[in-house]
């Protein structure tokens, strides 16, 4: 007789300091580039679900924005308010240094980077901070480490049917994740230049079966910021839009015309209706 173990499904939350690599690490968990990462720290704003289902589990990841402290004002808050908002109906949670009535793990990422050496005595020093579930060592990505997570995690998890179909990546919409793409390579091609105030709002966004036509406006505060952003000759604009383009096309599947321009609002990260506009929550 072959014993079968019941059927796992829920809720992990990725938190943690702002550029410790939970983008990375959903990413590479879900063998699919989704969540949008830059070497630059509070790249994430919203949280975001990725589902990854295998036989056995569904794995429902959220991604979540580095806890904020360096900024204040209405764009963190939203941030902030969106960690706490993953963490409701949560199952497990994942790189977590605060106590939250569900099981914690501490997964150390980026082991690619420390001497085998130093990692012993580290992971022995935080495991005397907290009351961890699991401590997990991972690179998310060299993706060493990622089965023995999965493993660990799927312990965890409730036993449940799956709660979206096998098929499902996640549950935000196409335009969400194109104002995200282009978000990710406004972060990637411009240095130390990029003013933080840099947002995109999704102007229009048709789909004529399966071409998708997409007028983005990528929205700085001060009309100074605008020329940054175009480059001379508009060269910088055209290499963001057309990396975007690249990346929408691989996710969506389809063919993408893209057309984006800069504008300016001054003041939009201290303006709710604003911020409701292009998607904070
Ligand atoms: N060497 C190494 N770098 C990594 C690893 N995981 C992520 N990174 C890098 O760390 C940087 C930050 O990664 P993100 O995934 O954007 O980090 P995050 O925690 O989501 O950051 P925020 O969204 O800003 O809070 C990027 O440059 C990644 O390429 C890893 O396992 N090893
Ligand atoms: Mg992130």
Redesign the pocket.
Known sequence: MIAVEPYRCGAIA?I?????????????LLGQKL???????????QSLRGVLTTETAQFVLI?????QTRHRGALNRAMNRAIRGALEGVDVAD?VQVAVGVPLFLVV?????TAAADLLPFLKKVAGEAKFEEIVP?????R?GLDELLRALERHLPEQPAIHSEDALTDSNERFLAAEFLREKLFRLLGAELPYSTGVEIEKFEDERGMRRIHAAIVVGREGHKAIIIGSGGSKLKRVATAARLDMERLFGGKVYLQVWVKVRSRWTEDETALRRMGYG
């Open positions: 990725l943690g300091r702002p550029n410790v690599g939970k983008s990375t690490l959903l990413n590479a969540s949008i990462t830059s070497h630059k720290p509070q790249t994430t704003r991604d979540t924005p580095g806890f790189l990422n980026k082991i690619d980077t991972v690179s998310a990505r060299s060493k």
